[in-house]
Each structure stands twice: as structure tokens, then as C-alpha cells.
């Protein structure tokens, strides 16, 4: 939502590189499309490392240095041209997703139409990483663990020097209305603090008016989880400070999810600064020990994932009924990890989901555990039926 591709015009002029020359920038089309037409739906080829490597070569620059450029092929537009284009863009097919409402404090309303759902480019958020964002699943016309994903979302926004544009019974109200008028029961809200639009310095000095950003997106019910492969990431993890915080700075969890698919694999796995297990790149990882204990990593240098702390609560029940024999934090090694009985992910997208291989190791058995099983059956009725701690009504007008 941050920035638009290339709009449509059906009468574009083409910037044509001289005869000879290679595709140079890795690119969603096989074709590069004229500059003032709009990009077709997305391809997957443009990840390749090839295309990545060839960017950088000099005879893409050398041809780069060859492009004739007509001043004239860019074409300049008007505001009611611009919305024109961002509807052909909608109607494109190119998003794969159903935007149903999107609330900005920009404009200070719910627009419902997909091609009107951008933020300012100027917003710090956009160009400087500054801001910080949170999600919560709508489940039958109900927010799930609102209140616990508001407490994060405030919470980041404090670590991350972010001022609040309101209080958090408007930014709560903000959200349920946003749900509201969406008509969407079965999704997903996700929302943004950003310390907001003003200038592209790198202090924030500069912007008077911090911004809050929301959008529902209309999604099938979670599928029942089947088991998983992950790869341990070779990708950096984030300092305990910034782990800890769920700001928009996900190159690294985006990297170590690309890495694992690379990888014929769900996601990646880090491991700590002490070679412990961490998390993955978007959810928390949950074991059962030989001795049926559910063991989970510490929240102190990750992520304190809401599912995983909710799925912590859930499972004594689990103790009670004797399928495990206790619920334990504390640090994991990779040799235990790799052991275990079972292994799981955990997260808000996913709920849990069964790991059957970690690298070259087989977990477990190899097949989804049932203990991983029990914690999606338990974490799915909360959802659907739990007690109003966890579950906000909305009220559809
Ligand atoms: C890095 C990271 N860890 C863990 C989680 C799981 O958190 P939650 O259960 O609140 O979705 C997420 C999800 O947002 C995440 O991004």
C-alpha cells in the first residue's frame, strides 16, 4: 500500500533501450513495461538470484547508459487521472488479496475502496522504517485477542519514540468501527503506528502528526494445520531490543522466510546470540519434550507472541487431562530441539502448526504430533467460542 507501480495508460510511450542491450533490474514481467503502463500480475521469477546478479553486472549498466530518454514518456497526471489509474490498477487483478476497509488518520475516515487504500510517501514510515504495526483475526464477527495485540501495538510504539495520535480507547474504537464497516467476519485487521508523514529527514522532529493506519482483509478460515519442514536461518537474527518490538523493520523476518522456501522449507529458524532457539520469522516455536512437557523459549530477546502465550494458558488443560505432565519457558538448545517429541510453530496465521522436519532431522516421529494437534483444536474453539477476554464482538451496523 505504501507505493504504486507504474500506472496504467493504454497509449504509453516506451522508453526503448538501444538494440542489443540486456534486462538489467530484476523485474515482475518477463518484458519491461512501458513506463506509463501498469504492471500485469505479479510473476515469482524476479527473485531469482540469477536476475538479482545480473543487476549488478556492467554491461546492464553500459546498457543502462545507452536508454534514450524522450522527456515526454513519463506522462504527468492530475489528481482525477492519478484515481483513475489507481482504479485500473485494482481492477487488474494484480493484488491477490480482498481489501475490505482501510482507516487512515490521514484522511481521517474508512474508505472502502481498495484503490484509494495508500499512505503518504513522505510518512517515516514508508522511507525510515519509523513505525510499528500489529494484527488480530476477525472470527466470526469477532476480533480475537483484541486487547492483548493492543497492548503489544502500544507497547512497540512506546519503545520506538512513536506518539500516540490518540488514546487507546479511540485507536481500539478506530479499529472495531474500521471491522464494522467492512461487513468482514472471517480475516484479518492489521493496523500501523508511524511517527507519520512531514519530510524525509531521518529524525522525526519534523512530523507534527503521527498517523494510525488500519485495513481489514477478508480471508478464508484457517485451514487445519499439516506438518512442516524448517531450515535453521543464516540470516542474522535482530537484537533483543528490536526483536522484542514489532516494528516495520521485517527485512530480516522476510529474508529468512524467502530463505526457507528457498529451501523447499515453511520458513527459518534463529537461533540467540547463544545459540539457543529464538523463534521463526513470523511466529514463535513451541516443543514437546521425551518427557511430555510443553517447552517453549523464553519471550525475553523475541517476539512475546499472543498465540503462543494464549496456547501456554490453553494447554493446561492438557496437564490436567494427563497428555502432558507441565508447561515450562526456559532456554532450548538446537540438540534438544532437534530430539524432541514434537515440534511446532506458533503464531496468529498460522495457529499451530506441526514441524516434522528441522533441517536433515526428522521430529519425532515424522508425523504431525498430537499434542501440536490438541493445541490447534484448543486455540481454534477459543477462537470461535472462548470467553470475552479474548473475544470482542463487532458491531455490524
Ligand atoms: C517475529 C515474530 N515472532 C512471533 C510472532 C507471533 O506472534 P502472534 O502470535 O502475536 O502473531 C510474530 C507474529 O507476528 C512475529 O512476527
Known amino acids: 500500500m505504501a507505493h504504486l507501480p507504474s500506472p496504467p495508460a493504454a497509449t504509453g510511450h516506451r ?35 540469477a536476475a538479482v546478479a545480473r543487476a549488478a553486472t556492467g554491461s546492464d549498466k553500459a546498457a543502462a547508459a545507452r536508454t534514450t530518454v524522450n522527456p515526454n514518456d513519463v506522462p504527468v497526471l492530475s489528481f482525477s487521472e492519478v484515481a483513475e489509474r489507481l482504479d ?21 475516515g474508512i474508505t472502502k475502496d481498495p484503490s484509494a487504500m495508500v499512505i503518504p510517501i513522505d510518512d517515516h514510515m514508508v522511507h525510515r522504517g519509523h ?11 469477532h476480533l480475537y485477542e483484541l486487547e492483548q495485540h493492543l497492548d503489544r501495538f ?70 487445519a494445520p499439516a506438518g512442516c519442514k524448517v531450515v535453521t536461518s543464516s540470516i542474522p537474527i535482530k537484537s533483543p531490543q528490536f526483536a522484542v518490538m514489532k516494528s516495520v523493520n521485517y527485512l530480516p523476518n522476510a529474508l529468512t522466510k524467502v530463505e526457507g522456501e528457498e529451501n523447499g522449507a515453511f520458513t527459518g529458524i534463529w537461533l540467540d546470540d547463544e545459540g539457543f532457539v529464538a523463534e521463526g520469522s513470523n511466529m514463535n516455536v513451541g516443543f514437546v519434550t521425551k518427557n511430555k512437557e510443553l517447552l517453549m523459549p523464553r519471550f525475553d530477546k523475541i517476539l512475546s ?11 493446561e488443560q492438557l496437564v490436567e487431562d494427563g497428555r502432558l505432565s507441565g508447561i515450562i519457558s526456559r532456554d532450548v538448545s538446537v540438540k534438544e530441539g532437534k530430539t524432541s517429541s514434537e515440534m511446532m510453530l506458533i503464531g496468529s496465521g498460522i495457529l499451530v502448526k506441526p514441524v516434522v522436519q528441522w533441517d536433515d532431522k526428522i521430529i519425532g516421529s515424522g508425523q504431525e504430533g498430537p ?11 477459543d477462537m470461535r467460542s472462548g470467553p470475552p477476554s479474548v473475544r470482542i464482538p463487532v458491531p455490524y451496523s
Open 15 to 49: 522508453v526503448s533501450p538501444s538494440p542489443g542491450s540486456s534486462p538489467s533490474l530484476p523485474q515482475r514481467k518477463a518484458a519491461l513495461p512501458s513506463i506509463g503502463v501498469a504492471a500485469a500480475a505479479p510473476s515469482r521469477s524476479w527473485r531469482g538470484a
Open 371 to 381: 499434542i501440536a494437534q490438541a493445541l490447534y483444536d484448543l486455540i481454534l474453539e
Open 305 to 315: 507472541g499472543c498465540t503462543a502465550k494464549r496456547v501456554l494458558t490453553l494447554a
Open 131 to 141: 513505525g510499528v504495526f500489529d494484527t488480530a483475526a476477525i472470527m466470526d464477527g
Open 154 to 223: 502500544l507497547r512497540s510504539a512506546w519503545m520506538g519514540k512513536i506518539p500516540l495520535p490518540f488514546d487507546r480507547s479511540t485507536i481500539r474504537s478506530i479499529l472495531i468501527q474500521t471491522v464494522s464497516a467492512s461487513k468482514c467476519t472471517q480475516g484479518s485487521l492489521r493496523y500501523w503506528l508511524s511517527v507519520g508523514p512531514g519530510d524525509f529527514q531521518l529524525s522525526s522532529s519534523g512530523c507534527a502528526n503521527p498517523a494510525l493506519y488500519a485495513v481489514v482483509i477478508e480471508s478464508p478460515s484457517i485451514q
Open 88 to 108: 485500473t490498477f485494482q481492477t487488474s487483478g494484480a493484488r491477490n488479496q480482498n481489501y475490505m476497509a482501510m482507516y487512515s488518520s490521514i484522511f481521517g
